[in-house]
């Protein structure tokens, strides 16, 4: 069959349960990832029948460049915010995957015309972050720690909830295990207010939590499970090597470091880390 | 109502009585015209159909250049409502016929009541029929999607570089309104020493004037 050329511009379809037709997802409508409640709101607000009426998987990148924060509902009435709107959104466009990788990886370089216009690689202090090193001691480049990847971190964050909720396990974990370095900030509408947190706890909490954004994440199975069946590779990432090689040598401070900056973290994060569900 | 209102729903105001609608003659008559036209073009057509023993079909007109429907590229403006807000039945979305108090939709001739009854609208077939475009949307390819985010990225370094640019020159004009201000202090100071000076000198020579020949 050859690839349908046009969306409907409503989403008519997709809420039709015993009609749709469209592409299935782990067997079902996309619709049913998201709570029926949930649904019923997010189609009766004025940002979904405004702003999402008539996107495709282009148009859709203009709103989610304007987001300004993560999150499920918030409110008496449980208003949905824009990222779920646009998530749900996602779910009737359905983008091929390459799409929803150049939404959660694109780096903007083929903007610059030459070579100068590039930014520099900017020299910076050893101490900022827990950047990994390679034998020599030279930093290794991790795009997604240097901020390179994912030049719209709510975009990002919209393609990785997506690609947690509609993609198959291994896919999960080798796609978002990458976006653990992403330290960013960002902004997360609760139930009554805002709390600062991080891309990577965000990913995390994606990789882990059974809830998140008014959503209930259908169980993934554990990385642990993963490995024994042979599906997926242990997991290496730049941070792990570090911390490997610390232990033979001054890692004691470092390690003290990042723990420091954990700490940090919480704190600054509020004590609203409870309400996740939100 | 006082007139120096503008009108409740941010419209520009009409006049004493924004409610009454404003009657356009012309566009009105060629409106009837057109339906006359058509309507009488129809009636031959059942009537041809009727004879030839079949069915009249209605035919669904589709304009050579209807587009796929556009995401809405601005937000309505509705900020400037906002509090206009009423709880309505969904019938509401079906509009009165006519321009009136409330959200006109100029390709359908139709008012709402309120900014979702008028999303609602504008969002259906009917209209969008009306302003010629589809109800379907073209497929996004990879490119699509990566050209739409350069372009992204290029306005908002732009918009960055504008608000720099901006912050720039108010901090330039700061500095030199503030370089003018102390000049004229500066002015003022001086001025003021000179007459007190002048006043002083003055004094003394008064004094000394006073003093001049007066020998006691
Ligand atoms: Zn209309």
Redesign the pocket.
Known sequence: MAEPKFHKADAKDLLDDRGYRGTLIRGQNPALLMEKGVRDRIIDSYYWKEQCFGLNAATLCDRAAELKFIGGTSGIMGKPTPFLCLAFKLLQLIPPKEVILEYLNFSGDEGYESDEDRPKEEPRNADDEPAARNGDGSRILDPNAEGKLGEFKYLRCLAAFYIRLAWEPVEIYTTLEPLLTDFRKIKRRTKNGFQLTYVDQFIDDLLTKDRICATSLWKLPSRANLEDLDMLEPRESPLQEEADRSDDDDGDIELLEREEMEMDRDSDAGAGSSEQGD | MSSQKQGAYGGAKTGGDTHRKTWDREEYAQRAKDHDHKSKEESKARYEAALAGKKYHRRASTPPDVRATEARQARLDVASRVGTTVLVGASAATGKRGKGAGFY?E??D?TFKDHLSYVE??NSI??LR??GQSTEVAVATLEDVRNRLLWLKRKRDEEQRDVVVDLDTRLERNRLTEEQEQEEKRRKRREKRKNKKKADDDNVMKYESDDDGVIR
Do not use: P
Request: hydrophobic share 40%; proline share 0%; with cysteine.
């Open positions: 939709c390709a359908c139709l609208h504008s009917q209209h009306a302003i």
